[in-house]
Every structure is written in structure tokens, then in C-alpha cells.
């Protein structure tokens, strides 16, 4: 069994990261296999709770209030319909319900109340809640936690070098203090980072060493391809190719052998081949409907027809491990 290691120096992940691809890809086939079934993708559904006008300079992002990109500013929804939303996500066989809000970081205020309610509520439904809500202080991580929250999104986007092209708004470190406050409250940590940016290899290398010497790692790490949306400084960049999406992955699934690592961002423009060498190389979650916030995403029951091809099943919830509740399971579809 591959041992959990945080020490990782910057010269061992480039030698891995370098390596030929087939070779890392059956290289994290084997790690994947001695820590995961690999028969079971976690299937999380995201949704955009609060969308657009946010006061932050992401490059990348749509949401932010100083780019023009078309992206319909809506307030906070209501519990009611986040709830409805949550119960359609788990009857189509999802295990985690993410919920997104726009924000540059939490306030204490009746907006903050009401995510709280929506976390009670889809947790009571046997979901696992995550939360993308922007920068935490220790106190709000603890009220999510006690609320029910399961996890927390926060990427760390790109390595701590490159940061300062694609976001001057915050710095490296008020991302690292909220992942520390989210750890500290129990809440399980999810971060990860994007590609396509414009980024250096040797800025791939540095964003997998910051997550791979935090002192756990996180328990998911999102790889995302860039969409580029018109109106945002990054509209004009480049499509990754799958290799990189693969090198990636399977470099992430070496270095943090019990993490899972999701295919995210970009998917869409992926064929199933494409993503059945990322599962291959060790990605396994992913996100499920037709959006992910704000950009496209494939289909659920194109996703289902994936799923029997590839002879994968969803995983069920990690608390249900605890709980004993029967995994949820995806229609069966004729092909
Ligand atoms: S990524 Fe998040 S913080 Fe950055 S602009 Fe978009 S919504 Fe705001």
C-alpha cells in the first residue's frame, strides 16, 4: 500500500508530473486500485445559490461584477427551492449536493442564516452538503459544521507564484487561512486548482505541492479545465488538451493516494474516451447536471449511458458509510 506522505519536495513531483504519460497513467491505475474501488465515481451535483455581482477579480470567472460577460445576477434562493433542488439531485443519484454563492467571503448576516437552514435541510436528507460560499472566518466554519455541513470547497486555483496574475483581490494566504479554519472545524476540505490559465507547468507542480504538504491533504481535489467565457480577460485562452488533464490527475492521484480527485471544469468538451482515461488515471468523482454554476456541463442521463459503458456505478455517500443507508443508485437505461 502506497504511504500517505505530506513531505513532498518540489523536485519529486516534477520527476512524476514528467514522467512518460502511459507510465504515470498505469503507475496511478495502481495506487487508484490499492485505495479506491474503481468501479465507484462519487457524483456530486453543484448549484449556483447566489449568482453573479461578485466584487472579486477572479480572470477566469463570470461572476465577477466588473466583467461583462451576459452571467443574470440573482440574489440568495430561497431554502425551499434549494431543497427541492437538492431531493432532484439525489433522486437522480447524487451523493453530494455542493451549494455555490458568489460571495468574496461570509458576513454574519440573515443571507449567512439562511445557507444555514439550506445545509440543515439537504443534510437531513441523507446528502453530504459542501459549501462554496468565499473566505470563512474560524467562527462561521464552526456554524456551517454545526449546521451539518460535510465539506467545504476552496481552491487554491494555481500555485502561490502565479496567484497574482489571475486574482489581486485576495492573496495565496487568505485562501490557505480559510482552508486552516474549515479544517479546524471537522469540516472535510476540498481544493483544488484550474488549468488552462496560462500557467507554467512548474506552477501545475507548485499548486499539486501546496496540496500535497498541507498538513492533511485535502479529502477531494478538483481538476478543472478552463472554460474560457467571453468578457472575462481569459475569454481568448487556449483549450487544454486531455494529456494535460491526465497528467494532472494522475499526478494528484500519486501524490494524495486517499483523495478524490474529480474531474470538473471542462468535462464537457470531453469525449468519453477522454474522460475514461482521466478515471483511468485515477479521477473519481465528478460533477453531475447540465451546469456547474454558471458553465455547461454534460447531461445526467448522458453521464448515465457513461456510467454503463464504463460499467461504473455512483458511489454512495461517504456518511452513509457511518450511517448504513442504502447508496443511491442510477436508473438502469437500455443503451
Ligand atoms: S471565483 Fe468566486 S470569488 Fe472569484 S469572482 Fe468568481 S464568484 Fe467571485
Request: charged share 25%; glycine share 6%.
Amino acid at each position: 500500500m502506497t504511504p500517505i506522505r505530506t513531505d513532498w519536495t518540489r523536485e519529486e513531483i516534477a520527476d512524476i508530473y514528467n514522467s512518460p504519460v502511459l507510465d504515470l497513467i498505469y503507475r496511478a491505475a495502481t495506487v487508484h486500485r490499492q485505495h479506491h474501488d474503481p468501479q465507484e465515481v462519487q457524483v456530486c451535483t453543484l448549484l449556483s445559490v447566489k449568482t453573479g455581482g461578485c466584487p472579486e477579480d477572479c480572470a477566469y470567472c463570470p461572476q465577477a461584477a466588473r466583467y461583462h460577460t451576459g452571467v443574470k445576477v440573482h440574489k440568495l434562493m430561497e431554502v425551499d427551492e434549494v431543497l427541492t433542488a437538492a431531493q432532484r439531485a439525489k433522486d437522480s443519484g447524487s451523493s453530494r449536493f455542493c451549494m455555490g454563492a458568489a460571495w468574496r467571503e461570509v458576513r454574519d448576516n440573515r443571507d449567512f442564516d439562511k445557507v444555514l437552514q439550506m445545509v440543515h435541510g439537504v443534510n437531513a436528507m441523507g446528502l453530504e452538503v459542501c459549501c462554496t460560499l468565499g473566505m470563512l472566518t474560524e467562527s462561521q466554519a464552526q456554524k456551517l459544521k454545526d449546521a451539518g455541513l460535510y465539506a467545504y470547497n476552496h481552491n487554491l486555483d494555481t500555485s502561490e507564484d502565479y496567484y497574482g496574475d489571475i486574482i489581486t483581490t485576495r492573496t495565496y494566504d487568505d485562501r490557505l487561512d480559510t482552508l486552516g479554519h474549515v479544517r479546524q472545524a471537522g469540516i472535510s476540505v476540498c481544493s483544488g486548482g484550474i488549468i488552462g490559465m496560462g500557467e507554467s507547468h512548474n506552477d501545475r507542480i507548485g499548486m499539486l505541492l501546496t496540496l500535497s504538504t498541507l498538513p492533511q491533504h485535502p479529502e477531494s481535489v478538483p481538476v478543472n479545465a478552463l472554460v474560457p467565457v467571453e468578457g472575462t480577460p481569459l475569454e481568448d485562452q487556449p483549450r487544454v488538451s486531455v494529456w494535460e488533464m491526465v497528467r494532472m490527475i494522475a499526478t494528484a492521484r500519486l501524490i494524495m493516494p486517499k483523495s478524490i480527485v474529480r474531474l470538473s471544469a471542462g468535462r464537457v468538451r470531453m469525449s468519453v474516451e477522454e474522460q475514461a482515461l482521466c478515471f483511468l488515471a485515477g479521477a473519481n468523482s465528478i460533477f453531475a447536471g447540465d451546469k456547474l454554476l454558471t458553465t455547461a456541463n454534460p447531461e445526467t442521463d448522458q453521464d448515465q449511458a457513461m456510467f454503463q459503458t464504463l460499467n461504473i456505478r455512483p458511489r454512495k455517500a461517504f456518511k452513509d458509510a457511518e450511517t448504513g443507508v442504502p447508496a443511491v443508485q442510477f436508473e438502469q437505461i437500455p443503451l
